[in-house]
Structure formats: structure tokens, C-alpha cells
């Protein structure tokens, strides 16, 4: 039996600029995303953008100073603030791994499965 292949969160540090990247690669077997992506007509980016900013909303967890950047099918985001951005990246991470949470966020955000 094939598994799907899941990509996770990541936080680097820019060697240009010292800010932290939080990026998410396109997740190309997960069916949910997709339906969410055809129904609403986003990319993947600007989906967990709302998703992450849903749960970050959700956990209390303060991202006004977080510069948004999603580029097509990739998430990505930029902070200065490493444990920000280790937080950010624990809540993709959480949506990708946790489908009961995804899907609570989902709701949530206003979407419809």
C-alpha cells in the first residue's frame, strides 16, 4: 500500500536579512485541500494562510506582525521573531498531521468541507 506523501512546515533563518521564513510546500495528495482550493477558488498558499491565521486566532497566538507572501501552491510567511515563527510552524504542522484539527479550523474559518 502507497502513502500519501505529506510535506511539513519549516522555519530557516535568511542569511540576507537575519528573519525567520515560514514556508510550506504544496501538499499534492491531500484531498481535502484540494476541495477546499476548487470550491473557493484559492491557491494552496492563500488557503493556509487563512488556515494558519484561523488557528492562530483560535490558540491565542498573536501574528499582526507576520508579513504574509504565499506564492502560488507554497505557503510562505516572514517574522523576525524565531519563536513566532516555531509556533506558526507547529500549527501547519498540526492542520497537515491532525485531521480532526484541520478540520475544526476549517470550520472555524467559515469554510464548508
Request: glycine residues 6%; aromatic residues 14%.
Amino acid at each position: 500500500m502507497e502513502t500519501s506523501k505529506v510535506y511539513l512546515c519549516r522555519v530557516e533563518r535568511s542569511k540576507i536579512n537575519g528573519n525567520y521564513t515560514v514556508w510550506l510546500p504544496e501538499q499534492p495528495d491531500d484531498y481535502f485541500v484540494y476541495m477546499l482550493v476548487d470550491k473557493y477558488d484559492l491557491l494552496q498558499g492563500e488557503l493556509w494562510e487563512i488556515l494558519l491565521k484561523t488557528g492562530a486566532k483560535d490558540s491565542k497566538l498573536d501574528v499582526s506582525k507576520v508579513y504574509f507572501a504565499p506564492e502560488g501552491d507554497v505557503f510562505v510567511s516572514y517574522t523576525s521573531d524565531y519563536e513566532l515563527g516555531k509556533n506558526m510552524e507547529k500549527i501547519l504542522n498540526e492542520l497537515i498531521l491532525n485531521p480532526e484539527y484541520f478540520t475544526k479550523v476549517v470550520h472555524l474559518s467559515g469554510f464548508k468541507l
